[in-house]
């Protein structure tokens, strides 16, 4: 086992990666920028290092300061966290170069995962069912065309470098396709710059279903089952729930064991996430994501696992210590996070903290580096921390949510408390009758009421 990890982030993930390192007997090494020398992730680590001025860019994705704050501090091995360096494969070869352990999947398995195509290509020969679309890249207009009439539409162009709904245009009709394709290619270029696209049939209605995935790079994998988090905004979550209140335990089972078995295959290590839409009965994969994601507490919470302790274990040669037989779903588990964003508009809204009261209780959970006097600055994502409540079912689950919200206080900035307040009395939040689009619907409808 290591004796001492360095956490390559910052806020409530840093503050996670700490604690299982705490659990583990493990010294922690911290990075900031001088924007964070006051931040709680900084004041709970055994150690610390400046690695840079506020903006991201030039701190905590500043890949040599992180390198030699390891080698000044004797830390084995790093934790990404999620965001930031946690999908960069040139990092992780870079790391490797100096014979720092990553705590995550190999360079190889990010770069697979990170080329949109290629992923697809992956998971479809591993047997994982797949979106309808091009067999790979779209070149030309022309070949659009083709493979769009073939499907019919609507269809969505998506670039080959994106993901999380950077660099997709939809094309609801014939007419749409010239622009979606010259579009996504430009935005594409622009943001990546690689302006290779894909095409895919667009499903108009569907729920984002994520299967979390486990394997322990020694072609052993397990599945934790689902998480629904089809409550979007922009394509930033803000509720997530588990188990997904349509899927029933066979398809769990089955789709569960596809995916698995599709990452043993590969000698996957560590956590993933594979992404389905999630329509009429069926799932379609789209993406895979080889990192620990934001909302992995409500996996954690309905199966009694940490999975950050278990990435620390699998990175350091262990064995994974479960099989699928030990893995059991208890209850039903929700988190909300919440963001310093004025609403209605979700502006982000830095600031002093004045006061700050977490609930508490059974089956409350919240992971947030806030504290009462801290102020959040203005340079990087609004996230200030995540309620996850369980309860023995859904809607036991929806009433301890409202019950711990009440008594959730944050004061000196606007955040998205009275957002969830607002949701829980929504009859369709209620039933778990909501798909990908029912949250910007809502928003739109509550900004004309
Ligand atoms: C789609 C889709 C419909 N059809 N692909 C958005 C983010 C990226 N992960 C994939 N996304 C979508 N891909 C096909 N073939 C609709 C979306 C989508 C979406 C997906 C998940 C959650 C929220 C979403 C909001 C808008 C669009």
Same mark, same amino acid.
């Given at each position: 086992m290591f004796s001492k990890v360095l956490i390559a982030n910052r806020g409530e993930i840093a503050l996670r990666v700490i604690r299982a390192c705490n659990e583990l007997g493990i010294k922690t090494v911290a990075v900031h920028?001088?924007?964070?020398?006051?931040?709680?992730?900084?004041?709970?680590?055994?150690?610390?290092?400046?690695?840079?001025?506020?903006?991201?860019?030039?701190?905590?994705?500043?890949?040599?300061?992180?390198?030699?704050?390891?080698?000044?501090?004797?830390?084995?091995?790093?934790?990404?966290?999620?965001?930031?360096?946690?999908?960069?494969?040139?990092?992780?070869?870079?790391?490797?170069?100096?014979?720092?352990?990553?705590?995550?999947?190999?360079?190889?398995?990010?770069?697979?995962?990170?080329?949109?195509?290629?992923?697809?290509?992956?998971?479809?020969?591993?047997?994982?069912?797949? =979106?309808?679309?091009?067999?790979?890249?779209?070149?030309?207009?022309? @070949?659009?065309?083709?493979?769009? +009439? /073939?499907?019919? %539409?609507?269809?969505i162009v998506k670039a080959t470098a994106g993901g999380g709904g950077r660099g997709m245009k939809l094309a609801k009709t014939r007419e749409d396709l010239e622009d979606a394709f010259f579009g996504a290619r430009s935005e594409s270029k622009a943001a990546f710059g690689n302006d290779e696209v894909y095409i895919e049939k667009y499903l108009t209605l569907p729920r984002h279903i994520e299967v979390q995935v486990f394997g322990d790079g020694k072609g052993r994998a397990v599945?934790?089952?689902?998480?629904?988090?089809?409550?979007?905004?922009?394509?930033?979550?803000?509720?997530?729930?588990?188990?997904?209140?349509?899927?029933?335990?066979?398809?769990?089972?089955?789709?569960?064991?596809?995916?698995?078995?599709? =990452?043993?295959?590969?000698?996957?290590?560590?956590?993933?996430?594979? @992404?389905?839409?999630?329509?009429? +009965? /069926?799932?379609? %994969?789209?993406?895979?994501?080889?990192?620990?994601?934001?909302?992995?507490?409500?996996?954690?919470?309905?199966?009694?696992?940490?999975?950050?302790?278990?990435?620390?274990?699998?990175?350091?040669?262990?064995?994974?210590?479960?099989?699928?037989?030990?893995?059991?779903?208890?209850?039903?588990?929700?988190?909300?996070?919440?963001?310093?964003?004025?609403?209605?508009?979700?502006?982000?809204?830095?600031?002093?903290?004045?006061?700050?009261?977490?609930?508490?209780?059974?089956?409350?959970r919240v992971d947030s580096a806030l504290y009462a006097g801290y102020t959040i600055p203005p340079y990087y994502d609004s996230l200030i921390g995540k309620l996850i409540v369980t309860g023995t079912n859904r809607p036991a689950a929806l009433a301890r949510l409202r019950r711990a919200l009440g008594e959730l206080v944050i004061e000196g900035v606007d955040t998205t408390i009275p957002l969830f307040h607002a949701l829980l009395d929504e009859p369709a939040v209620q039933t778990g009758d909501y798909d990908i689009h029912w949250l910007e619907h809502w928003l739109e409808a509550q900004e004309t009421a």
């Open positions: 920028s001088t924007a964070d020398s006051d931040a709680m992730h900084v004041r709970m680590a055994d150690e610390s290092i400046c690695i840079g001025p506020p903006a991201g860019a030039l701190s905590y994705l500043n890949v040599p300061a992180i390198i030699s704050a390891c080698e000044i501090t004797g830390a084995e091995a790093v934790h990404p966290g999620y965001g930031f360096l946690s999908e960069n494969a040139n990092f992780v070869q870079v790391l490797e170069d100096h014979d720092i352990k990553f705590i995550g999947p190999t360079a190889e398995h990010i770069r697979i995962m990170g080329d949109k195509i290629t992923a697809k290509e992956t998971m479809r020969n591993l047997g994982v069912p797949c =979106v309808p679309g091009s067999p790979g890249g779209v070149p030309t207009l022309d @070949e659009a065309y083709e493979i769009s +009439d /073939e499907m019919g %539409f609507p269809v599945h934790l089952g689902e998480r629904d988090c089809s409550l979007q905004r922009r394509h930033q979550k803000v509720f997530e729930e588990a188990p997904g209140p349509c899927i029933t335990p066979e398809m769990r089972e089955r789709i569960g064991k596809t995916c698995a078995d599709a =990452v043993a295959n590969i000698n996957y290590a560590g956590a993933g996430t594979i @992404e389905f839409l999630y329509e009429n +009965d /069926e799932f379609f %994969f789209i993406e895979m994501n080889t990192r620990l994601q934001v909302e992995h507490p409500v996996t954690e919470a309905i199966f009694g696992v940490d999975l950050v302790k278990q990435q620390i274990r699998v990175a350091a040669g262990e064995d994974m210590w479960f099989k699928q037989e030990d893995l059991s779903i208890k209850g039903h588990a929700i988190e909300v996070r919440i963001n310093a964003e004025k609403l209605p508009n979700f502006t982000p809204c830095p600031g002093t903290v004045t006061q700050f009261h977490a609930p508490g209780g059974l089956g409350v």
